[in-house]
């Protein structure tokens, strides 16, 4: 079936490092699967982060970006410069525009130290 | 204001007792889900449901059972609970799914003692 595999966490960085959490997919039955991240922030639930449903194109948000490699069957997130606001767990997914069904990593829940 | 809205948030429930989780959600979106996690899991999925009285099978629906009568509403159903059925049960929703944003609840915590 398809999967999604992301890093393991906890992930702990200082604020104003740099950030990078793997995700890669396996997408057996969809040919061009859409691509997420999605993030839950402390008390609240999981809501949209970036999307990208071309491959070769690029996401971005809130300072994050994600770069959709079909030939490496990857979405990277990647931050230049975390802040403390930025803890929280971030889930990798991927939705298939046939089905509507969407399939999630098992997160990465990262803490920022101040 | 676009929202999905679980209840109840927290449940016990002893087992063998059957148990009704509800969602709502006020976008008008055709398609809504129930998903299951638990530690060390990603969301898995339940059950999709593409409109009223249209749902289909998740990954793990052994257990479970749904209802869907209006397009806002969509209930999750445990028939005689079992104490692996304890976790958090998260609902969604979304206007076409796989291209789409997903919009989520906050969750029910079900514990089955």
């Known amino acids: 079936g398809d999967s999604v595999t992301q890093t393991e966490g906890p992930v702990t960085v200082s604020e104003s490092e740099s950030l990078i959490i793997n995700c890669t997919y396996s997408?057996?039955?969809?040919?061009?699967?859409?691509l997420f991240w999605y993030v839950r922030y402390p008390g609240e639930g999981l809501q949209l982060l970036l999307k990208?449903?071309?491959?070769?194109q690029k996401g971005s948000s809130r300072g994050f970006e994600a770069t959709y490699n079909k030939e490496t069957t990857s979405f990277h997130l990647q931050k230049a410069s975390v802040q403390e606001s930025d803890s929280a767990v971030y889930y990798c997914?991927?939705?298939?525009?046939?089905?509507?069904?969407?399939?999630f990593g098992t997160g990465t829940r990262l803490q920022v130290l101040p | 204001d676009m929202k999905v809205t679980q209840m109840p948030r927290y449940l016990i429930k002893r087992m063998g007792e059957n148990v009704l989780l509800e969602c709502g959600q006020d976008?008008?979106?055709?398609?809504m889900y129930w998903y299951r996690q638990d530690p060390g899991l990603g969301l898995q999925l339940i059950y999709i449901?593409?409109?009223?009285?249209?749902?289909s099978e998740g990954d793990i629906p052994k257990g479970y059972r749904v209802s869907r009568k209006k397009r806002e509403h969509f209930s999750l159903i445990l028939d005689s609970a079992k104490t692996n059925q304890t976790s958090v049960y998260f609902c969604?929703?979304?206007?076409?799914?796989?291209?789409?944003?997903?919009?989520f609840g906050k969750g029910t915590r079900l514990t089955v003692v």
């Open positions: 969604a929703s979304s206007f076409v799914g796989g291209g789409t944003e997903v919009f």
């Open positions: 997408a057996t039955s969809i040919a061009y699967p859409n």
């Open positions: 990208v449903i071309t491959a070769g």
């Open positions: 997914a991927l939705g298939d525009p046939n089905t509507n069904k969407v399939v």
């Open positions: 976008m008008s979106h055709e398609t």
């Open positions: 449901s593409y409109d009223v009285d249209s749902n």
